[in-house]
């Protein structure tokens, strides 16, 4: 192991960029508190300003992502189709088979500059939760229960809300609404067997109520869906402790435009309409199988240098006075603060 993973995979760097992330979450949090009046005053620029303190958050996880493990990643799309990416509102649809596809997901929206203002769907008990639930709440993302007599309404009216926003924004959406499993793609494909519906290899059954709705209320405010397809190379499993690890993993993404004009208004064509899309994203998942590659250009993608000087912008401010509490401690000649110094750098 060289000394730089060796730095990588040590507590004490765990334990820094944690710290990092949850002091200056809950700083972030509490600006966004103080936004509150704001938006009895000037609701458009309270969201600018809550765009911004969020992407102070969230680029936190994609410099992890990108700068501190190195992952790559090769974005396949239409070269057309690419330059509209970041210069419209537009639904991403994802498929959901790793524990850090939100991850890349957020990485597809930094590289093209709507980090800060993207919005999910997301399980109404996620709002509770301080630093990312709270950062949610003030980005007003669409928070749902899963209970469709109860969602429906309040979906609806959250989706409504967005149709005046003052940024440019990507809604993303997993339609399978849970990560893919064997066991849970095994009951899928039952449940498709029953309804007549042809079977996936890769993806679970879409969810099409919430996709349905989503297009519905955002008819005239998005102009696009984008199909994303993920995959990693060499059949990886990544994961966020790998991510933590310093881990490099190498993502290829598929990204086909989709005018919002093409998907059907009645409900019924619109659910059939997006069950031919999962049928064709397991096609493409086939096709990366048997070949290694997605079937389309690869467009480059340079990763951007924002989440980064964002992440040393907060290690710097929070790590300089802890720093000078600690050399005055230990400069103060306590053997026990000495030996708990000693303990920490050695760890892990």
Known sequence: MSLRQMFKSHFLSHLIICYVFLASG?????????????WVVNKQ?????????????????????????????????DPKSHQLYGNENAIVVLN???????????TFCERFGVLGSSKVL???????????????????????????????????????????YPEKFWFLLYCEGTRFTPKKHQISMQVAESKGLPKLKYHL????????????????????????????????????????????????????RIPLELIPEDETECAAWLHKLYQEKDSFQEHYMQTGCFPSPIVNL???PWALINWLFWTCLLLYPL????????????????????????AG
């Open 26 to 38: 809950l700083i972030v949090n509490l600006l966004q508190f103080c936004t509150l009046p704001l």
């Open 45 to 77: 620029l309270a969201r600018k300003f809550n765009c911004r303190l969020a992407y102070c958050i969230s680029s936190q996880m994609v410099a992890a992502l990108e700068w501190w493990s190195g992952t790559e990643c090769t974005l396949y799309t």
């Open 96 to 106: 959901h088979n790793f524990e850090i596809d939100f991850l890349c997901g957020w």
């Open 122 to 164: 997301a399980k109404k008990e996620l709002a509770y939760i301080p630093i990312i639930g709270w950062m949610w709440y003030f980005m007003e993302i669409v928070f749902c229960k899963r209970k469709w007599e109860e969602d429906r309404k309040t979906v609806t009216q959250s989706l409504q809300n967005l149709r005046d």
């Open 205 to 256: 059954l879409p969810r099409t109520k919430g996709f349905w709705v989503t297009v519905q209320n955002l008819r005239g405010t998005v102009a696009a869906v984008y199909d994303s397809t993920l995959n990693f190379r060499n059949n990886e499993m990544p994961t966020l402790l790998g991510i933590l690890n310093g881990k490099k993993y190498h993502a290829d993404l598929y990204v086909r």
């Open 302 to 304: 340079p990763r951007q």
């Open 323 to 346: 720093g000078l509490l600690m050399a005055q401690l230990i400069s103060s000649g306590s053997v026990l603060t000495i030996l708990v110094s000693v303990a920490l750098c050695t």
